[in-house]
């Protein structure tokens, strides 16, 4: 367990704190592969932060999926040199990942892309290694169509928790990722 303090914690958190239950969901069962993801979510190579999706709870908006961590992380060589661990920020991309993902499925935003918002009360609980499969469960809070979307997440590593907060994604403009098209389609200077 990662979690210390008062009271019995089952899995390193309370269980009536668990966004839904371990037993409720099956990683075993794939539900969106990485192709399925793909189609929601833009981001690809080593910016990709799941590998699938397991679970989908429409009526409480509820969505879980894992990422399985390699050898050949793009972080692994710097963070940190001879004891390779998850950076923070990379967990809370996979959180993002998934609240866009089941945002985009269910075009909650009204747009053809969801942006980073912005993070709350994020707490890093324990470590995350090459090897482990990082589980997200994330849960929507609340929806403004056109303006915002907040979602509770928690990752898990064996039913370890490891990180949890919220996370706010915001819909991006046609015009925005035209213009941002562009400059990385612009020619080089030399």
Known sequence: MFLAGAGHKEHGVASKDLIIEFADYDLGRVIASIEEIRHYNPQ?????????????????????G???????????????????????VVMCEAAAQMASYYSQKHDLLGSSMVGFGG????????????????????QLLKVRRGA??????QCFVDQ????????KGIPLSEELIA????????????
Not at 160 to 167: A, D, P, R
């Open 148 to 153: 915002m979307i907040v979602a509770r997440f």
């Open 66 to 88: 894992y990422k399985d961590l390699s050898a050949n992380e793009f972080w692994i060589r710097g963070h940190m040199p001879g004891m390779p661990l998850m950076p923070g």
């Open 119 to 138: 993070l709350e009360e994020v707490r890093f609980r324990g470590m995350v290694k090459p090897g482990d499969r990082l589980v997200i469960v994330a």
């Open 160 to 167: 370890n928790l490891v990180c949890e907060g919220k996370i």
């Open 44 to 64: 690809r190579f080593e910016m990709e932060q799941l590998t699938a999706i397991c679970y989908e709870d429409a009526e409480r908006n509820i969505c879980v």
């Open 179 to 190: 213009a941002a098209r562009s400059v990385t389609h612009a020619p080089q200077a030399g």
